[in-house]
């Protein structure tokens, strides 16, 4: 069964600091990784979508790697800013199985304080 | 461009009403999925449906059921309810034929259960 762990549980940090989150799952056997990031009491906004095939995507200030052979995705924030308060989730979504839902780890509550 | 949409946003029933939660998702996205959220967990999946057909089930109580219809909406009955479904409760609609870009989620149902 896929496992997925996020590290750090909870970050706080002063505001214009670049920040690395940590995602790492268990089965390397995947179709694709999302992040997500969902403010309290919120829906789930997709940051980033990366296919197995692929070593990272970027937009903005947001950058996502992934190591499927060592289980590993990275998502780096550039000069954190406040407004990116919140907590970031990723999601794996299995290659094999015969099933394509998505696992979830439990995710990195991010502060930023100016 | 359009989203999915979740329906009621806040929705407060006592102990073993019943409750309807609906979905409507992205146009033209054949599978739907229900996840539900407590507090400070993570997303966990309760049951899928692709081209209005049932194809994978999570952890889904027995008191809960959920259909796809014709339109692609689709909506999870809850009955007998308990202290414990209080939770945020998301919908996700994907396109799985052809290219696939991740899951879009709705902004939730948060059901509160007195």
């Known amino acids: 069964k896929q496992e997925v762990t996020q590290i750090p549980a909870a970050l706080s940090v002063p505001e214009g600091e670049n920040l690395v989150l940590n995602c790492s799952f268990t089965d390397s056997a995947i179709y694709n990784l999302q992040w997500f990031r969902q403010d309290p009491g919120k829906g789930l906004t997709s940051l980033l979508l990366i296919q197995s095939s692929q070593r990272e995507q970027t937009s903005g200030r947001l950058n996502a790697s992934l190591d499927k052979s060592s289980g590993r995705s990275t998502l780096y924030i550039a000069a954190s800013q406040p407004g990116d308060s919140a907590t970031y989730l990723c999601a794996v979504r299995p290659a094999s199985g015969g099933s394509y839902i998505p696992t979830f780890g439990r995710g990195t509550s991010l502060i930023v304080h100016p | 461009a359009a989203g999915v949409i979740q329906s009621p946003r806040h929705l407060i029933k006592e102990k073993r009403e019943t409750a309807t939660l609906k979905c409507y998702p992205i146009?033209?996205?054949?599978?739907v999925y229900w996840y539900q959220q407590g507090p400070g967990q993570d997303p966990q999946f309760l049951i899928s449906f692709y081209e209005k057909m049932q194809s994978d089930k999570g952890s889904i109580p027995d008191r809960f059921s959920a259909q796809q219809f014709s339109d692609y909406h689709s909506e999870l009955n809850m009955s007998s309810l308990e202290l414990g479904d209080s939770a945020l409760y998301f919908c996700?609609?994907?396109?799985?034929?052809?290219?696939?870009?991740?899951?879009?989620f709705g902004s939730g149902t948060r059901l509160t259960v007195v």
């Open positions: 996700a609609s994907s396109f799985e034929q052809g290219a696939w870009y991740g899951y879009t």
């Open positions: 146009p033209r996205h054949d599978t």
